[in-house]
């Protein structure tokens, strides 16, 4: 007797089950063409954040750095690959022609998620982010994308060795295609050889009823900036390699 083989959940296109993801989805399909793209999670997202102060007020980043570009946000909080995935097939990136897209996906993916039926692996991972970069490519085939590595996080040793697989597999999938090249930014968030949590606003988080402190995944605004002073340099520099 032959068992069917396991789906990867992480390649297969679905929408979040939440109605303020739907309505964002709808608004962003909406949306004036842009030439500067950003496809990720949370933490694309948090580019449109005001505040609460000083921790989390993102968007003068964003308009210092990437608005005189016309940038169109398409982070999306708590996305795996396969979410973003489904809302590129459904109408996100229709008729968009960017000159460059920034793709920031994957940390959402090797953490536990009860959505989500089982863990998922490195090998997973790597494949539903494949799938997102040769969804962007055959829909803007003009556009060079910039992949921001997944980037270090407090969660676990575990998820720690599974982000470096899947940025090592990625990576050198796309070595040699001429449209994609990678961006390691783990050197602004560790310092010898430990993780600078000053530079997330996770573990400062206070949520009655919820363990804390939590780790550190999200920058807050100095880790933000660095980021974006990075990701700028590399589009937009042209002495970056």
């Given at each position: 007797?032959?068992?069917?083989?396991?789906?990867?959940?992480?390649?297969i296109?679905?929408?979040?089950?939440?109605a303020?993801w739907?309505?964002?989805?709808e608004?962003?399909?909406?949306?004036?063409?842009?030439?500067?793209?950003?496809?990720?999670?949370s933490?694309?997202?948090?580019?449109?954040?005001?505040?609460?102060?000083?921790?989390?007020?993102?968007l003068?980043?964003?308009?210092?750095?990437?608005?005189?570009?016309?940038?169109?946000?398409?982070?999306?909080?708590?996305?795996?690959?396969?979410?973003?995935?489904?809302?590129?097939?459904?109408?996100?990136?229709?008729?968009?022609?960017?000159?460059?897209?920034?793709?920031?996906?994957?940390?959402?993916?090797?953490?536990?998620?009860?959505?989500?039926?089982?863990?998922?692996?490195?090998?997973?991972?790597?494949?539903?982010?494949?799938?997102?970069?040769?969804?962007?490519?055959r829909?803007?085939?003009?556009?060079?994308?910039?992949?921001?590595?997944?980037?270090?996080?407090?969660?676990?040793?575990?998820?720690?060795a599974?982000?470096?697989?899947v940025?090592?597999?990625?990576?050198?999938?796309?070595?040699?295609?001429?449209?994609?090249?990678?961006?390691?930014?783990?050197?602004?968030f560790?310092?010898?050889?430990?993780?600078?949590?000053?530079?997330?606003?996770?573990?400062?988080?206070?949520?009655?009823?919820?363990?804390?402190?939590?780790?550190?995944?999200h920058?807050?605004?100095?880790?933000?900036?660095?980021?974006?002073?990075?990701?700028?340099?590399?589009?937009?520099?042209?002495?970056?390699?």
């Amino acid at each position: 007797m032959h068992r069917p083989a396991k789906r990867n959940p992480a390649v297969i296109p679905v929408p979040q089950a939440v109605a303020w993801w739907t309505a964002r989805h709808e608004d962003r399909v909406r949306r004036a063409k842009e030439d500067l793209l950003f496809v990720g999670d949370s933490i694309t997202q948090n580019y449109e954040k005001t505040g609460p102060a000083p921790d989390q007020v993102f968007l003068p980043i964003w308009e210092e750095f990437f608005s005189p570009h016309r940038p169109l946000n398409l982070g999306f909080a708590g996305d795996q690959t396969q979410n973003a995935l489904w809302r590129l097939q459904n109408g996100e990136v229709d008729g968009l022609s960017p000159g460059n897209i920034v793709l920031l996906l994957g940390t959402n993916n090797t953490v536990p998620n009860p959505a989500v039926a089982g863990p998922q692996t490195a090998e997973e991972v790597s494949a539903g982010l494949m799938a997102v970069v040769d969804e962007l490519h055959r829909r803007m085939p003009m556009a060079k994308t910039l992949l921001i590595e997944i980037l270090p996080s407090g969660v676990s040793a575990q998820k720690t060795a599974k982000d470096a697989a899947v940025n090592a597999a990625v990576c050198e999938r796309y070595t040699e295609s001429g449209y994609l090249r990678c961006l390691d930014l783990t050197s602004l968030f560790v310092k010898n050889g430990a993780l600078d949590t000053t530079l997330f606003y996770d573990p400062g988080l206070n949520h009655p009823g919820l363990k804390a402190p939590y780790p550190a995944v999200h920058p807050n605004a100095q880790g933000q900036r660095m980021m974006a002073e990075a990701v700028s340099r590399a589009l937009f520099d042209p002495r970056t390699p």
